[in-house]
């Protein structure tokens, strides 16, 4: 870092003695700091405390997940696949069994696609959960991580239940799932969703509407709609932006080919509207989850695949929604039991790309609230 | 005999009356522990302030050290008492070591007029200028803190350092400005129209009204000295507000803890400081915390005044119950002082951060006018029913309706405000947006060919719950 005092300070050119001149800063926030979430470094630009100039710096979570799958039989990477977007393993886990199934010409048995829109609902509000929090956070409210990280506990607690693992469940397998619902898991996540009901209306109460909160949100970080195609943004940043694609609609998977999502769209595209499409998915995704557990077909959670898994030569992609966009998988086979490729597609790293352009002519301390609108996780963008 | 043994007689015996005279033993005992105070004050907070901020939150805040974790600040301050002393390479050495003292020094300095009790009270207290004093000692702070973010030589120190200095300064002009109004009244309030600055003079003025009901002893020792009626909080609720908004500011808690935004400036100018250096931070902070509760408790709040205290400490009484009435006019004063600060861990749970430019906006946009207009407001309002000839008593209740009324249309100013400022801030997008329309009549979803479904259709098995 450099010095802000004349102590080991060369003399400044083109400056008379006794003069003063001032200077862009350089300032480098991350990879050790508070709201980078995680490890992201964001070489900054300043004019004062105006941001001329952003360049992100990634990488330094990067553990070459896409070669690990590799060298890994198909059945053994799908675990790798939880450490991709770490705040969401099951989606990562339905994108990459998807992917192998699609090229496999497998159908899952119904119950299992519903076990797995329940599990992937689950997990996009303990995500949106998790977004929400921290983005709080970084705004200064201490609170809300607190409500909504007890709120995330239980839907651990769920997984746990359901694969034995609150975090790296290992649940989803290429024909279905690993085990099906234990005995009272149904009427626990019931329970569940009763209490979350109430606490997401606690929670809108304590956040929409504060007039702080709304003048740190409203009118920073706009992205309209063109451009937000245009960078291919997707998920709730896409959404906010008033652009309605939902790949659980327009390219409905699994079980959403019966149960129709409500996409949620918002036309202001700034800060406020991407925390609002969030509130609103958790809302739906709440809705969703009773659906399914209503409509919860009976029959087997797996189809007989062999062990020895050979998914045919040839090659598929494969995209879900995940809680943060389009999580697509590139999944090239040569017809052995390991993947000669899989390529993920990750939303966080495409919604990153867009952080520079978003971040000039704002103030430092909006630095966060957009760095936190976008809702990246750098496991996802390093892989 | 020589000149020097007289001059050394002279020098033994008044050292030695000094020291064993009872006013200076009673100001032994006083600064100890009014010092002991201040110092145990900040433990005691952070401590309320976990275990708040925790039943706020639906956790349990600390609970292994000592019974409900009672002892955790206690080991606190041990561990940062014991930590080493660590200096980042580079730095300004003297001013990176003396700010934490000068940023310390005056919060201690402010107690020194803070009067406790009717006999409680460190011998700065009787002090004309109480205000003035209080207010200068507060506006020392920003020294501290633009050294200590100086002498880091630290990006986010400087950035902490020179933003807290920004606010701290315009955030000075609206508390003064609302104490104002609270000389004017006293001024008026006075028979001989001469206002006071003095804290204990103002506090007299609370509870000056002797309860009019005399006679039932019960009511005597309840109202004699205890006028909730006449607190300052009633007649200039706005002002309350404001001093107390400002005082935040001041304190640097949040929302307006921007010098150490956690999540911008990792941790402001304290980056680079530990051990016992942050602490004695630490300790100015919360000491600051108490002094600008007190001062609203003393200012707006009737300061030590409550139920027994007047009774108890009347002249006639017996030295046993003048001490039980000192005794509960303490109790009385740091009661209030920590709900008070209660105020401030509740703030502190609810409010996300502003934004600078949002946070100077405020000071000078919202705040200053409001106090200015509020003064012109008491003086015009005192000299129109001056020249009609009403009492006081009318006098304060048309004031105080006038300034509730003032109270809630700040509310409303402050919520359009914001909502104006937000529009302006949206308009480019909402612009840019009915261009996008005009251009393009839709600029929805472009829908791509549904895959073909497979075969998941047909009528469900039954559930298998």
């Known amino acids: 870092m450099a010095t802000n005092q004349g102590v080991n300070r060369p003399p400044l050119e083109g400056v008379a003695p006794g003069e003063l001149r001032s200077e862009e800063m350089i300032l480098n926030m991350g990879p050790q700091h508070p709201s980078t979430h995680g490890v992201l470094r964001l070489v900054l630009t300043l004019e004062g405390e105006t941001v001329v100039d952003c360049t992100p710096v990634i990488g330094y979570l990067h553990r070459g997940i896409e070669k690990i799958l590799e060298n890994r039989t198909v059945m053994a990477g799908i675990r790798y696949m939880d450490n991709a977007d770490y705040l969401s393993p099951m989606l990562n886990e339905t994108a990459y069994v998807g992917a192998v199934e699609q090229l496999m010409g497998i159908e899952p048995p119904r119950r299992a696609q519903y076990i797995r829109l329940i599990t992937n609902e689950l997990q996009r509000i303990a995500s949106h959960l998790v977004a929400i929090g921290t983005y709080l956070l970084d705004l200064g409210a201490f609170t809300p991580i607190l409500w909504t990280f007890r709120d995330r506990e239980g839907i651990l607690s769920l997984f746990e239940a359901l694969g034995g693992s609150r975090f790296n469940v290992n649940y989803m397998r290429v024909g279905g799932v690993l085990h099906d619902f234990p005995k009272g898991w149904l009427q626990q996540c019931e329970a569940w969703c009763n209490q979350f009901e109430k606490n997401l209306q606690e929670l809108e109460t304590l956040i929409t509407g504060n007039e702080i909160f709304e003048a740190r949100t409203q009118g920073v970080g706009y992205v309209d709609s063109q451009q937000a195609i245009a960078y291919g943004l997707t998920g709730p940043m896409l959404r906010a932006s008033g652009v309605n694609w939902d790949l659980r609609v327009n390219r409905p998977y699994m079980a959403y080919r019966e149960i129709k999502v409500n996409p949620q769209v918002r036309q202001e595209g700034d800060c406020y509207a991407r925390y609002r499409v969030r509130m609103q998915e958790m809302a739906e995704s709440l809705r969703l989850v009773r659906v399914a557990m209503d409509q919860l077909p009976g029959g087997p959670i797996s189809t007989r695949t062999p062990i020895a898994l050979r998914p045919p030569r040839g090659e598929t992609y494969f995209a879900i929604e995940s809680s943060k966009g389009e999580l697509g998988i590139y999944f090239i086979s040569d017809g052995s039991e390991y993947p000669w490729r899989a390529k993920i597609r990750g939303p966080s790293f495409v919604n990153l790309q867009i952080l520079p352009e978003l971040l000039r002519g704002h103030k430092m301390s909006d630095v966060v609230a957009i760095l936190g609108s976008l809702d990246i996780v750098l496991g996802e963008v390093d892989r | ?465």
């Open chain 2, 1 to 465: 005999m020589s000149g020097g043994v007289v001059l050394a007689e002279v020098w033994w015996e008044q050292l030695l009356h000094g020291i064993l005279s009872w006013e200076f033993l009673e100001f032994v005992v006083v600064f100890v522990s009014i010092f002991g105070f201040v110092m145990t004050s900040a433990v005691i907070l952070i401590l309320a302030e976990r275990k708040v901020m925790a039943w706020m939150q639906d956790r349990y805040g600390p609970l292994h050290t000592g019974p409900w974790g009672l002892l955790q600040t206690v080991a606190d301050v041990g561990k940062l008492l014991l930590k080493e002393d660590i200096h980042a390479g580079k730095i300004d050495k003297a001013i990176f070591i003396l700010a934490p003292s000068v940023f310390l020094a005056p919060v201690i300095a402010s107690f020194a007029v803070l009067p406790f009790s009717p006999y409680i009270s460190l011998p700065g207290a009787p002090l004309a200028t109480g205000i003035v004093y209080l207010i200068a000692m507060s506006s020392l702070d920003v020294v501290g803190v633009i050294m200590a973010g100086w002498g880091s030589n630290n990006k986010y120190a400087l950035i902490g350092g020179l933003r807290s200095a920004a606010q701290m300064i315009s955030y000075e002009l609206p508390l003064v400005l609302s104490l104002v109004s609270i000389v004017m009244l006293t001024s008026i309030l006075r028979d001989n129209g001469l206002g006071t600055i003095a804290i204990k003079d103002i506090m007299n003025f609370q509870m000056a009204q002797s309860w009019p009901g005399k006679g039932n002893p019960v009511w005597d020792f309840i109202f004699e000295g205890f006028t909730p009626w006449a607190w300052f909080i009633l007649v200039q609720p706005l002002l309350v507000l404001i001093y107390y908004t400002c005082g935040l500011a001041e304190t640097n808690r949040s929302p307006f803890d921007l010098p150490e935004a956690e999540s911008e400036l990792v941790a402001g100018y304290l980056t680079e400081y530990s051990g016992m250096r942050w602490a004695l931070f630490f300790l100015g902070e919360y000491g600051n915390m108490t002094i600008v509760s007190a001062i609203t408790a003393m200012l707006f709040l009737g300061g030590w005044s409550g139920p027994g205290v007047a009774f108890l400490t009347a002249p006639g009484m017996a030295i046993g119950w003048q001490v039980l009435g000192n005794l509960l006019a303490l109790f009385y004063f740091i009661l209030k002082i920590y709900l008070l600060c209660g105020v401030f861990i509740w703030v502190r749970t609810t409010l996300p951060r502003l934004r600078a430019d949002q946070l100077m906006q405020f000071a000078w946009l919202i705040l200053i006018p409001t106090t200015l207009v509020n003064i012109v407001l008491t003086g015009a309002l005192y000299l129109l029913l001056n020249a009609l000839g009403v009492s006081n008593v009318v006098f304060l209740v048309v004031l105080g309706v006038v300034n509730w009324l003032m109270l809630f249309g700040f509310f409303w100013v402050v919520s359009r405000a914001t909502t104006a400022s937000t529009r302006r801030a949206v308009a480019p997008a909402v612009r840019a947006r009915q261009r996008l329309v005009a251009l393009a009549p839709s600029p929805a979803a472009p829908r791509l060919p549904e895959p073909e479904r497979a075969g998941v259709t047909g009528a469900g098995a039954s559930s298998g719950r």
